[in-house]
T-cell receptor
């Protein structure tokens, strides 16, 4: 079946611009996660949704970052006033349910470059 | 608090030889441990996980991992390496100490299998 999909695959923007990154989870998965992976590092947690609500946004670095999941399926990560330090690969993952035992399945990521 | 250490940045092994990629963890509660593999320009692919029960866990592509509670380790192993196993490997952990469902990843270990 279809896995997690993310669009765009690559995004180049200029410092100060606004960007939106989209994630389409595996059909039927109720939990959705966003991570950020910088070069040479492991993924770092940003935010997690259970259904439509953000259950844990403790990983968002500052208030320029925001994410929504209005219908409990597709999610959009929004970054305002982008900075060069925001350049990274943004990964989305989904799991059937929220739970410690649940496996998270990752999408291919969106590579963001802020010039 | 949760953390994962992957002490080796790179592991080199000849095709046909056994391989080990090391992972140690630190958690407050009971650990839930995962291994993922990342090929160039691809997302993370799930290999295996330890939840409870048998300390030896078998996963995809012939990989296995052994949970060792006394040494707080979860090393990834394969009896006979293939060139196609060359990739970046990530260990991840979460626990049941009310710290949420986010995965905490190590920095990754690059595995190079030479013909």
């Amino acid at each position: 079946g279809a896995g997690v999909s993310q669009t765009p695959s690559n995004k180049v923007t200029e410092k100060g611009k606004y960007v939106e990154l989209r994630c389409d989870p595996i059909s039927g998965h109720t939990a959705l996660y966003w991570y950020r992976q910088s070069l040479g590092q492991g993924p770092e947690f940003l935010i997690y949704f259970q259904g439509t609500g953000a259950a844990d946004d403790s990983g968002l670095p500052n208030d320029r970052f925001f994410a929504v999941r209005p219908e409990g399926s597709v999610s959009t990560l929004k970054i305002q006033r982008t900075e060069r330090g925001d350049s990274a690969v943004y990964l989305c993952a989904s799991s059937l349910n929220a739970g410690l035992q649940e496996t998270q399945y990752f999408g291919p990521g969106t590579r963001l470059l802020v010039l | 608090a949760q953390s994962v250490a992957q002490p080796e940045d790179q592991v080199n092994v000849a095709e046909g030889n056994p391989l080990t990629v090391k992972c140690t963890y630190s958690v407050s509660g009971n650990p839930y441990l995962f291994w993922y593999v990342q090929y160039p320009n691809r997302g993370l692919q799930f290999l295996l996980k330890y939840i409870t029960g048998d300390n030896l866990v078998k996963g995809s592509y012939g990989f296995e991992a052994e949970f060792n509670k006394s040494q707080t380790s979860f090393h990834l192993k394969k009896p006979s390496a293939l060139v196609s196993d060359s990739a970046l490997y990530f260990c991840a952990v979460r626990d049941n100490s009310n710290s949420g469902y986010a995965l905490n990843f190590g920095k990754g270990t690059s595995l190079l299998v030479t013909p």
